[in-house]
T-cell receptor, first 114, second 112 residues
Framework: EPEVTQTPSHQVTQMGQEVILRCVPI?????FYWYRQILGQKVEFLVS????????KSEIFDDQFSVERPDGSNFTLKIRSTKLEDSAMYFC????????????FGEGSWLTVV | KNQVEQSPQSLIILEGKNCTLQ??????????LRWYKQDTGRGPVSLTI?????NTKSNGRYTATLDADTKQSSLHITASQLSDSASYIC???????????FGSGTKLNVKP
């Protein structure tokens, strides 16, 4: 079964450093998402992306975050200057469409900011 | 305010027993409601998707119900197995927007 793949699975970074999390969505999917889950807390929506632009973003997704689809397969989340509170599991997801379409999640990238 | 509330927070049942998890939401305008299973440290996996007009949807031993009038959904697990131990998350999306609201999940522990 096709799957969403994410790299790295775990990254440790120093506060203030830039981090790029990478995702390869399922190939025929058109909608891409990033979510975050702080340890022990619920999953939070960050951003959705369609047709090479952001379609929705949450209050969490401030100026330190950016997303990009640099080529036909990768979808990246950049955190410009990491803070301790950015430590979380970051999930990438994709879907064929919206509405009733299944959203498929990757296995996550665990980011630890020290 | 758009919110999704789940209950109970956690649940312990014996293998083979049934259980029902609840989800109440205030998300509006409503588009659809999804139930996900999330194993610890893994990404959520979709169980069901229900739109406004659907009352019940099954996926194997999982049966979801939706009452769009009262804004409530339930997930019923039949004949539980040890592998059902996970967090079950209710997710509601807003009509015409690509935005999703997650519940905090119910942590289910199935014991032998």
């Amino acid at each position: 079964e096709p799957e969403v793949t994410q790299t790295p699975s775990h990254q440790v970074t120093q506060m203030g450093q830039e981090v790029i999390l990478r995702c390869v969505p399922i190939s025929n999917h058109l909608y891409f998402y990033w979510y975050r889950q702080i340890l022990g807390q619920k999953v939070e929506f960050l951003v959705s992306f369609y047709n090479n632009e952001i379609s929705e973003k949450s209050e969490i997704f401030d100026d330190q975050f950016s997303v990009e689809r640099p080529d036909g397969s990768n979808f990246t989340l950049k955190i410009r200057s990491t803070k301790l509170e950015d430590s979380a599991m970051y999930f990438c997801a994709s879907s064929e469409g919206v509405s009733g379409n299944t959203i498929y999640f990757g296995e996550g990238s665990w980011l630890t900011v020290v | 305010k758009n919110q999704v509330e789940q209950s109970p927070q956690s649940l312990i049942i014996l293998e083979g027993k049934n259980c029902t998890l609840q989800c109440n939401y205030t998300v509006s305008p409503f588009s659809n409601l999804r139930w996900y299973k999330q194993d610890t440290g893994r990404g959520p996996v979709s169980l069901t998707i229900m739109t406004f007009s659907e009352n019940t949807k099954s996926n194997g031993r999982y049966t979801a119900t939706l009452d769009a009038d009262t804004k409530q959904s339930s997930l019923h697990i039949t004949a539980s197995q040890l592998s059902d131990s996970a967090s079950y998350i209710c997710v509601v999306s807003v009509y015409n927007f690509n935005k999703f609201y997650f519940g905090s999940g119910t942590k289910l522990n199935v014991k032998p």
